[in-house]
């Protein structure tokens, strides 16, 4: 059975796209079966991998809405151990409708019953808000990865997600677990990144990669072109980073990172401010 891990934080240009996509690709090309689940109705997953409105006759609208079972919704890749479910929302009356979907956190998780019975990992790209879609993925995850761009309002998102993952253990999904919190778009040498890196270690530093993600123009120019950065250009930093990382996963991926609950977290977070 694959282990399911969503990226995800209530906040947007953090690198979560990026993640899901590169962190899948490398994790295929380590020959894990994986399948990446395109969960934004921006479809942001899909056209990284070169997959436009034309090329997708189903995808998640399609399973969401009961039309398609999840393994009719599987694309294949340039990668053989790649597949992906694209989101498939082209209008704005599909994306309505797919959050009213969404209020239901159970549709994603009884969708991969079966289908997740063939791969390794399932990577699910979260949007970058609470509730609905975010929700579903959750219900359904394992674990879940947390991208942190340097800034302090990153900071407050990490802190209001790790209160929502609290929410959802309780009431949706009591063995979900935090992989990890993962820096994106590192930059070092930097004052904000260093104040950024020094509270995350200081109040998460149980649950910090070692692995961290350049600001790399590899990654961007990659995502431009349909590809992910490990067919783009191999011997990038952000390919190198995204590597590392997926050898990260594989290490501990049957480990588990219980999360403390909110209330003494809230506690230690006071004290440090």
């Not at 056209?47 to 969401?64: A, D, P, R, Y």
């Not at 935090?178 to 990144?193: A, D, S, Y």
């Amino acid at each position: 059975m694959a282990r399911i891990i969503a990226i995800a934080i209530p906040k947007g240009g953090v690198g979560k796209t990026t993640t899901a996509v590169n962190l899948a690709a490398s994790l295929a090309v380590a020959e894990q079966r994986t399948l990446l689940i395109d969960m934004d109705s921006s479809g942001a997953a899909g056209l990284s991998l070169g997959f436009t409105e034309g090329t997708i006759k189903t995808g998640m609208f399609e399973v969401f809405n009961f039309i398609s079972r999840m393994n009719h919704a599987i694309h294949k890749t340039e990668l053989s151990f790649l597949d992906i479910v694209p989101a498939n929302v082209q209008t704005l009356q599909r994306e309505e409708r797919l959050m009213r979907l969404a209020d239901n956190r159970a549709i994603l998780r009884s969708a991969l019953q079966g289908a997740a019975e063939n791969y390794d990992y399932v990577i699910v790209d979260c949007p970058p808000f609470l509730r609905g879609l975010t929700t579903n993925a959750l219900t359904a995850a394992d674990s879940v990865i947390i991208p942190v761009k340097s800034g302090h309002f990153s900071l407050d998102a990490v802190d209001k997600f790790f209160k929502f993952i609290e929410w959802i253990r309780d009431v949706a999904n009591k063995s979900l677990s935090v992989e990890g919190i993962l820096l994106t778009m590192h930059e070092p040498n930097t004052r904000v990144t260093d104040i950024t890196t020094r509270e995350l270690h200081s109040k998460y530093r149980r649950f910090m990669f070692e692995s961290v993600i350049p600001k790399n123009t590899a990654l961007t120019e990659a995502c431009f072109y349909g590809k992910p950065a490990i067919l783009y250009n191999a011997n990038s930093r952000g390919s190198g980073a995204y590597l590392s990382l997926a050898r990260e996963i594989i290490a501990h991926s049957h480990e588990h990172r219980s999360l403390p609950r909110v209330q003494h977290h809230a506690h230690e977070i006071g004290q440090q401010a």
